[in-house]
């Protein structure tokens, strides 16, 4: 069992990175909160691409030498993959966090609960 957990260790990473972000995205009701779950589960997934984009003794996929052979390099495909998708990450986080500000200035509270049970009684 040790072994499985060791030679499994970016799976295990990610699978626990991905339980507890989805976790505080669902049960907490502060928005901040969520925007940082909702955070973490984005890294998980981008350690999952980048663990399994990564071959051992392979070289980077940069031309060295001469040598064309495709099977010397990795393949940059997740790594690109991962980099766009930190870029739309902070931009996506960015608009939340910038919405909350709003949410907050308007409402005086982050609880989802609170904000909702305003609007019904504003819409009253």
Do not use: W
Not at 8 to 33: D, P, Q, R, S, Y
Not at 43 to 52: D, K, Q, R, V
Not at 91 to 108: E, G
Request: proline fraction near 3%.
């Amino acid at each position: 069992m040790k072994t499985l957990l060791v030679d499994h260790m970016h799976e295990t990473a990610v699978v626990a990175l991905f339980c507890i972000g989805f976790t505080t995205l669902l049960l907490n009701k502060n928005l901040i909160k969520k925007i940082i779950g909702f955070s973490m589960m984005d890294n998980a997934i981008y350690l999952f691409l980048a663990s399994y984009g990564y071959i051992r003794g392979r070289l980077a996929p940069i031309y060295q030498g001469g040598e064309t052979d495709p099977a010397l390099y990795v393949n940059p495909l997740p790594a690109g993959l991962v980099l766009t998708g930190i870029v739309v990450s902070v931009s996506v986080s960015a608009i939340m966090l910038a919405l909350t500000v709003r949410l907050y200035r308007h409402y005086h509270t982050l609880n989802i609960d609170e904000i909702a049970e305003i609007v019904r009684e504003e819409g009253r």
